[in-house]
């Protein structure tokens, strides 16, 4: 299943978000590996000191269950184990003085750990 989205509308719920500085940030860096087979893949799996933690990771494989979403011309790949954890969460990404790197604003993230590396 693969859904255009115009990332300048509200944040959807039930998907998930890619903010277009983000979006942005994914093209400029498949443009440097030189590659256009390539997904952003996010999921959600054990770990960390909450329990559960976020990857994100470019991948070229396609997986039984995915969600596909486009998102200005970067396609977004979610498994289905975790798509009911990301449902709603925005992606974004931020570059200042303090830090640089994709975010994660997640609704259904109860809590997290203090260095913010997992949640639950």
């Not at 952003?40 to 054990?46: A, C, D, G, W």
């Not at 200042?96 to 975010?103: A, D, L, M, P, Y």
Request: glycine residues 8%; charged residues 25%.
């Amino acid at each position: 299943m693969t859904e255009q989205v115009d990332t300048t509308t509200e944040r959807r719920t039930d998907q998930i978000n890619l903010s277009s500085v983000a979006a942005a940030k994914v093209k400029s860096l498949l443009e440097q590996e030189g590659r256009d087979d390539l997904a952003l893949r996010i999921s959600v799996q054990p770990g960390g000191c909450s329990g559960l933690r976020y990857q994100l990771f470019f991948d070229e494989r396609t997986l039984d269950g995915d969600v596909t979403t486009d998102f200005d011309g970067v396609t977004v790949v979610v498994d289905r184990m975790s798509v009911p954890y990301l449902n709603g969460a925005m992606i974004d990404f931020v570059d200042s003085i303090e830090k640089q790197g994709f975010t994660i604003d997640n609704p259904n993230a109860t809590g997290s750990c203090a260095c913010g590396d997992s949640f639950h």
